[in-house]
């Protein structure tokens, strides 16, 4: 995937002739930067290795990080003062506000899936059919495409996947393959309107009109959908690096 969206953004780089940035990497340059973004860099870590090992919870580690992020941006990188975070604080309240109004739209939906039992009747529809393997992974790919697009991800893992992922197994389909086929529609989904709830974070970030990211998002959204038809029919793209450890 990463692969794919770096050719991605190599021939758009090209097609807009961006300028090019030619300097020599040396060691001595390396070395400078990793000493300036050293700091910078272990905030992530603090959020992958807090959740992973158990030690906070999400909210907690949320609020650790920013804490962390706060202090070297006052007293290491000098880069905001005192007196530039009530402004800072008053920008992303009204920044969180607007992504938690969309949010708020979408737990609607998720309130009347959950309300209505629909992973069940889901389950109870698949069963009927009697699908084949390709049949049901193509309606699986179809399903959590479109839930993507209207719902948040976590909800629809914890309504759906539960229900869908003994009848994949059943199968024959790998429960780590159908994991990730489930994580990558859901993420394509949070990328492509109506709700498209990350595209609407991403428009705040770079201070753009929702309709103009989406013209430029298309091509990246379609090669993701390569990523996930290449991961859906070939399994081997996504179990090979879990068969070496685990088998």
């Given at each position: 995937?990463?692969?794919?969206?770096?050719?991605?953004?190599?021939?758009?780089?090209?097609?807009?002739?961006?300028?090019?940035?030619k300097k020599k990497l040396t060691a001595k340059t390396l070395r400078r930067l990793l000493k300036d973004t050293f700091?910078?860099?272990?905030?992530?870590?603090?959020?992958?290795?807090?959740?992973?090992?158990?030690?906070?919870?999400?909210?907690?580690?949320?609020?650790?990080?920013?804490?962390?992020?706060?202090?070297?941006?006052?007293?290491?990188?000098?880069?905001?003062?005192?007196?530039?975070?009530?402004?800072?604080?008053?920008?992303?309240?009204?920044?969180?506000?607007?992504?938690?109004?969309?949010f708020a739209v979408v737990g609607i939906y998720q309130y009347i899936v959950a309300f209505e039992q629909v992973g069940?009747?889901?389950?109870?529809?698949?069963?009927?059919?009697?699908?084949?393997?390709?049949?049901?992974?193509?309606?699986?790919?179809?399903?959590?495409?479109?839930?993507?697009?209207?719902?948040?991800?976590?909800?629809?893992?914890?309504?759906?996947?539960?229900?869908?992922?003994?009848?994949?197994?059943?199968?024959?389909?790998?429960?780590?393959?159908?994991?990730?086929?489930?994580?990558?529609?859901?993420?394509?989904?949070?990328?492509?309107?109506?709700?498209?709830?990350l595209l609407f974070l991403e428009a705040k970030i770079a201070n753009i009109e929702f309709g103009e990211l989406i013209?430029?998002?298309?091509?990246?959204?379609?090669?993701?959908?390569?990523?996930?038809?290449?991961?859906?029919?070939?399994?081997?793209?996504?179990?090979?690096?879990?068969?070496?450890?685990?088998?």
């Open positions: 995937m990463g692969v794919v969206l770096s050719i991605m953004v190599a021939i758009n780089c090209r097609k807009k002739d961006y300028p090019v940035v700091l910078a860099i272990i905030a992530p870590l603090i959020i992958i290795l807090g959740i992973i090992l158990g030690v906070v919870t999400l909210v907690e580690v949320a609020v650790l990080s920013i804490l962390y992020i706060l202090l070297i941006s006052l007293f290491v990188y000098k880069s905001i003062t005192f007196k530039d975070i009530p402004r800072i604080f008053a920008k992303a309240g009204v920044f969180s506000a607007s992504i938690m109004i969309i069940i009747q889901l389950g109870n529809l698949i069963d009927i059919l009697h699908l084949g393997k390709f049949e049901f992974l193509i309606l699986a790919n179809l399903f959590f495409l479109f839930m993507g697009c209207i719902l948040d991800a976590v909800p629809v893992m914890l309504i759906f996947f539960p229900v869908l992922l003994p009848i994949a197994m059943q199968l024959g389909i790998d429960a780590t393959h159908f994991g990730v086929i489930v994580v990558i529609n859901l993420m394509i989904g949070l990328l492509t309107p109506p709700i498209g709830a013209r430029h998002v298309w091509p990246y959204t379609l090669s993701l959908i390569v990523v996930l038809l290449l991961c859906t029919f070939v399994p081997q793209f996504v179990t090979w690096v879990p068969d070496l450890f685990f088998k």
